[in-house]
């Protein structure tokens, strides 16, 4: 079962984020395969940190383009990303010392997290980059 589908409601018509959101939806889902025990002997600390690589990788993208084009929100859009690897990584630290529970609280944080900047931060960032011309 896919919890956090990707649709075009999530597009910020920049086809190279949107292509590195739907990579990070999928990891979340998978995560929530395994709450759902619908997926069995994956190594889940492995899935997070997999996800955390590919969320720093896209979150420097982002702010290439950002910098790059003078985006003028890009200091506070980029500590968003900090926070958020930051976040992560404190969430890794107490699933692996912790157990099961902090799964379904990792994955609920980043579930909201996501569609909160997506929605709101990245949207806006897209917004600009398109009327600055970055396909
Ligand atoms: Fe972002």
Same mark, same amino acid.
């Given at each position: 079962?896919?919890? &956090? =589908?990707?649709?075009?409601?999530?597009?910020?018509?920049?086809r190279?984020?949107? *292509? $590195?959101?739907?990579?990070? %939806?999928?990891? %979340? !889902?998978? &995560?929530?395969?395994?709450?759902?025990?619908?997926?069995? !002997? #994956?190594?889940?600390?492995?899935?997070?940190?997999?996800?955390?690589?590919?969320?720093?990788?896209?979150?420097?993208? +982002? #702010? $290439?383009l950002?910098?790059?084009?003078?985006? =003028?929100?890009?200091?506070?859009?980029?500590?968003?990303?900090?926070? @958020?690897?930051? $976040? @992560?990584?404190?969430?890794? #630290?107490?699933?692996?010392?912790?157990?099961?529970? #902090?799964?379904? +609280? %990792?994955? *609920?944080? @980043?579930?909201?997290?996501?569609?909160?900047?997506?929605?709101?931060?990245?949207?806006?960032?897209?917004?600009?980059?398109?009327?600055?011309?970055?396909?």
């Amino acid at each position: 079962m896919t919890i &956090l =589908p990707w649709t075009e409601q999530y597009s910020v018509d920049i086809r190279k984020i949107d *292509n $590195q959101h739907k990579i990070l %939806l999928d990891y %979340l !889902n998978k &995560l929530y395969d395994i709450i759902l025990g619908e997926t069995e !002997n #994956e190594d889940i600390v492995k899935i997070i940190d997999d996800m955390t690589i590919h969320a720093i990788s896209q979150f420097r993208s +982002e #702010e $290439q383009l950002m910098f790059s084009t003078g985006y =003028p929100k890009y200091s506070h859009h980029k500590l968003q990303h900090k926070h @958020l690897i930051k $976040q @992560l990584g404190d969430l890794r #630290e107490k699933y692996c010392s912790d157990g099961s529970t #902090e799964l379904v +609280e %990792l994955t *609920n944080f @980043l579930k909201d997290w996501l569609v909160d900047h997506i929605m709101g931060s990245d949207k806006s960032m897209g917004k600009f980059l398109v009327d600055y011309g970055v396909y």
